[in-house]
């Protein structure tokens, strides 16, 4: 019982940097993946006096990835009923070319800004239209939900770290006296400080291995999985290899930055 | 014969405080017995703690085991350390271990392999009368009992100096003869130099020992 008490406050502490620190990284990729999401289904339509080449549009601006040109037939179609044949071709051939650009990624309000730039420095285009209203809208959208989430997680870091210094200045005071009793039959300091890093380095694994077990069981939850589905996003929640190595990386830092910190403080008392 | 601390001119005083020993000289031959007395507040455990390097020379020098400590390194300190066995009035046991362990403490530090470690141990826990108690810890055990584990401690490394701060101070009769025993056997069959720190040498002394007196910041043999 003594030896869960021991360790329970520093996994505690510990795990919830873990939480923090996964929840982040799965907001990222989920926002990553609707950008995706709404990249796919954006573009950018370019009105031209004159027919443009696709390598033309892709000399512009690094942004574009695939030009398609939009035929006038269903403007046409709604006009042709009271025209001749001949007058509907006179009107081809007088209509502007129209382009639909799509592009790479989902781009900032600034990249869009600096596209239209671009685009209308090509002689010919006349006009761009880039929906950058309601782009806008959806871009800010998105930057503050991933501003909110980042503070939220630094705070429960910051609130963690502070809970840390607290159980390091508890460590302190438990260490102390065993930490000094060695040093008095001349103990070096590796020596005096091994029990310290071993329950700093078991704590990290445990609190690794803990956020593991969590964030499996959510990756896996069925509900949750409808629920990312529902807005069109699929992303890998939970790595098992890759996030649980960060994870690990990330705790075992952490408690041993603590361990040095207390033997580094360490004043022998006689 | 060998000196096995040698002060010359040593002062001592913690930190801005006023000086509490001197600029004393005395030595100290390898394999005596010393007894330190004194008033209370007079110095004794200052000069003690200052024989394992727990307060450094003001001034003057004070050679132990021929490491000087005026200016000592960390590794070197250890080194001195690793040969002396300590006895506090207050134990200074861990409390989060087994006797069996605590006693084992400096034969780990020293490196001994595992069986060697046990035997010694199990040796001693017999020499202190505490061999049925082995997986105990401290604040499990009365006062008297703890002083003695502390002592079969100090004597696990078969030290070349046991330095003793008022062994007996707070003991019943029965642990108090026994630490004075086994401190008389180490002395005597060992050849460990034994200085101990207190207010009473007790009247049945076995070895011949050297009595140190101290008042007013300085030291003097006593006849």
Known sequence: ?270 | MDKVIVAKDLSLSYSNSETIINKVNFSVNSGSFVFITGASGSGKSTLLKSLFGGLKPKQGSLVVGGVELSNVSSSKLNFLRRHIGIVFQDYKLVKEWSIEKNIMLPLIINGYEKGVTQAQVDKLLKHVRLNHQAGKYPLELSGGEQQRVAMARALAHNPILILADEPTGNLDDYSSQLIWNLLEGANSQLKTTVIVVTHHIPRNMSVDYKHFHIEYGSIHEVN
């Not at chain 1, 009923?81 to 639909?100: C, H, Q, T």
């Not at chain 1, 782009?135 to 939900?145: A, C, G, N, S």
């Not at chain 1, 996003?233 to 939970?238: A, E, N, P, R, T």
């Open chain 1, 1 to 270: 019982m003594k030896s869960i008490r021991n360790h329970l406050s520093l996994v505690i502490a510990l795990l919830s940097i873990l939480f923090s620190i996964q929840v982040f990284m799965i907001v990222e990729r989920s926002i990553d993946a609707y950008k995706e999401n709404l990249a796919s289904n954006y573009s950018v339509v370019v009105v031209s006096q004159k027919k443009l080449s696709d390598k033309s549009f892709f000399a512009l601006n690094d942004l574009i990835e695939s030009v398609s040109e939009l035929t006038p037939d269903s403007v046409i179609k709604k006009l042709n009923s009271n025209m001749e044949a001949k007058n509907v071709e006179l009107l081809k051939l007088a209509l502007p070319k129209f382009y639909k650009l799509k592009l790479k990624y989902y781009p900032n309000p600034q990249e869009i800004k600096q596209l239209k730039k671009d685009l209308l420095k090509q002689k010919g285009i006349t006009k761009v239209e880039d929906f950058s209203n309601n782009h806008d809208t959806t871009y800010k959208l998105l930057v503050l939900f991933k501003n909110v989430i980042f503070v939220f997680s630094l705070t429960v870091l910051i609130v963690t770290i502070l809970l840390i210094f607290k159980e390091l200045r508890i460590w302190q005071f438990k260490h102390n006296e065993r930490m000094s009793i060695m040093g008095l039959f001349g103990a070096p300091i590796w020596l005096r400080s091994a029990v310290l890093f071993r329950l700093s380095i078991v704590d990290a694994l445990i609190a690794s291995v803990l956020a593991f077990i969590l964030f499996s069981y959510i990756a896996s939850n069925a509900w949750i999985a409808k629920e990312l589905e529902n807005i069109g996003i699929s992303i890998v929640m939970f790595d098992p290899l890759n996030d649980f190595l960060l994870l690990l990386g990330v705790a075992m830092s952490l408690s041993i930055l603590l361990a040095s910190l207390i033997v580094l403080g360490h004043k022998e008392e006689v």
